[in-house]
């Protein structure tokens, strides 16, 4: 039957290409695994274009969702700056970003996440300078 011949000759998709389209549709369903997975696979540029926005909504949504990978990577993510609207060309974090960071790496940390426990006292560290900094005059 010509059917049958035009979905034989039809192209498979590519592995890659339904391994995230079945991903994007996990993750679309609210399952936090799912949802980690897709936006490691935006932050990495696999399978898709380089996306670091769209590697912080999925981190965030995961990490709202209680996912303690969701939440170590949204939190270093703030700490890098990688997303905050810190401005082309800026190192490091949007200082208002610090204390999200440190919030999401405790929850992480609360969790069992040993990469957690190393990252937090550099957030609360840089959180805490930061203050300093904001609420302390120069002395000349």
Known sequence: SPSA???ASAPAPAPEAEAFYWILRAAKNGLPDAQV???QLFLDGRHVHRNASS????FRRAA???H???Q???GAMLVDGAV???GAGCVGPAHAALPEAVRWLRLASEQGCADADRLLPVAVGMASE???RQHQPYIY
């Open 72 to 74: 170590l990577r949204l």
């Open 130 to 132: 930061e203050s300093c």
């Open 5 to 7: 011949s035009l979905s």
């Open 55 to 58: 590697a912080f909504y999925w």
């Open 64 to 66: 709202q969702a209680g």
């Open 37 to 39: 997975e897709l936006a």
């Open 68 to 70: 303690p990978l969701g």
């Open 84 to 86: 905050t609207g810190a």
